[in-house]
């Protein structure tokens, strides 16, 4: 079974459920990679495609930035930012990244969590990033491992695979691994070019709740999920079940992986 094109678009039009269902995930690469990107303090920070601001707190709580752009073309996503972080902790822009907010070379480090592979023109994207970076700056930022399928939802991926349904596939995901992301960052004109991977894992309190929070409403996995029979949903959940093994005390915990990647602005 497969969905109809339509519905594989992703509708960012719920910062709550979009926070229930990445947050934890978001926060806990977010925290290996300000580890590994070593920023240094004082620093001038745009962060471009910001969703629900859970990377933007990261930046403000650990980084001790001198200032903070953050844009997203979702308007509610930002709305949510705006309401977690202290007023004037950062600036929000509602922006697409092939077209940033910023003056030229007015930015020290320019990030993308969990965004570069959403953006439709990601050299065009680059090449803006590039822009608004001054000489010396850095660019980075990580995605999800779609191609490994190490990622978030990939238990409920591979339940839909093993009852014969087709998953709607992540816009971008074939240009998620680490050599995808040198190529795209090198042919941005960018030096000293970077990568590792991030591994997290997460813990739900049971079944229940893991369910409830990878199936949003936004998901286009998820509208597929509601267009199933009963019969099917029944046999999805035992797929599911088969997929994740609770501890004894009945938590569910599995792995995810993000690949990162760095470079200097020359």
């Not at 939802?153 to 093993?162: E, F, S, T």
């Amino acid at each position: 079974m497969t969905c109809a094109p339509c519905d594989r678009a992703i509708r960012f039009d719920d910062g709550d459920a979009y926070e229930r269902f990445m947050g934890r995930w978001s926060r806990a690469a977010g925290v290996l990679f300000l580890d590994w990107l070593a920023p240094h303090p004082q620093a001038r920070w745009l962060e471009v495609g910001c969703g629900t601001g859970a990377f933007t707190q990261l930046i403000h709580e650990r980084c001790r930035p001198a200032a903070i752009v953050a844009v997203d073309p979702a308007r509610a996503q930002l709305a949510y930012a705006r309401r977690r972080l202290a007023r004037g902790a950062a600036a929000f822009h509602v922006a697409p990244a092939e077209a940033l907010p910023s003056s030229d070379a007015s930015q020290d480090v320019v990030v993308s969590a969990l965004a570069l592979n959403f953006m439709a023109g990601r050299p065009a994207a680059l090449r803006e990033m590039r822009r608004v970076s001054r000489a010396g700056g850095t660019i980075a930022g990580y995605v999800w491992d779609f191609a490994a399928g190490r990622t978030p939802h990939a238990p409920l991926v591979r339940a839909l695979h093993r009852v014969g349904i087709d998953a709607p596939s992540p816009p971008g995901g074939d240009d998620c691994d680490r050599a995808a992301l040198h190529i795209l960052f090198a042919g941005a004109g960018l030096v000293d070019v970077e990568t590792t991977a991030l591994d997290i894992e997460v813990i739900f309190a049971d079944l229940a709740a893991f369910w409830t929070e990878q199936t949003p409403s936004f998901s286009p996995t998820t509208q597929l999920i509601a267009q199933l029979g009963e019969d099917q949903r029944n046999r999805l959940m035992e797929a599911v079940c088969g997929e994740l093994t609770p501890r004894p005390d009945g938590r569910i915990v599995y792995p995810a992986r993000a690949n990162a990647v760095k470079a200097r602005v020359p």
